[in-house]
């Protein structure tokens, strides 16, 4: 198991952007599939990107060309670059990690998680 801890929330205006960090301890950073995933009141926990240890990326249909996931394996860092942030955007962004190595968002598939961190577009 892993531990994690997401930093970088913030208030931001629509079009804004902001950078997340998640900060990963107690395993081998290299060889885990790493996740960034959200919830916005009300609503259920939805993906956001996915990277596995080979590199491979995928990310949520509404936020393609928009984010970025990329990872720092000196610093045991996982980020999310979001760019042109939406209302729709707000809500509690988590980290997520497995030894799996799918590209898939669905929540279950996680063992690891982290406290989330808030992001709030208006």
């Known amino acids: 198991h892993v531990q994690l801890v997401e930093s970088g929330g913030g208030s931001v205006q629509a079009g804004g952007s902001l950078t997340l960090s998640c900060k990963v301890s107690g395993d081998d950073f290299g060889r885990l599939s790493m996740a960034w995933f959200r919830q916005a009141p009300g609503k259920e926990r939805e993906g956001v990107a996915v990277?596995?240890?080979?590199?491979?990326?995928k990310y949520a249909d509404n936020v393609k060309g928009r984010f970025t996931i990329s990872k720092d394996n000196i610093k045991n860092t996982l980020y999310l670059q979001m760019n042109d942030l939406k209302p729709e955007d707000t809500g509690t962004y988590y980290c997520?990690?497995?030894?799996?190595?799918?590209?898939?968002?669905?929540?279950?598939?996680?063992?690891?998680w982290g406290p989330g961190t808030q992001v709030t577009v208006s």
């Open positions: 997520a990690a497995d030894e799996k190595q799918w590209l898939r968002l669905v929540p279950t598939e996680y063992r690891d």
């Open positions: 990277r596995l240890s080979d590199g491979g990326t």
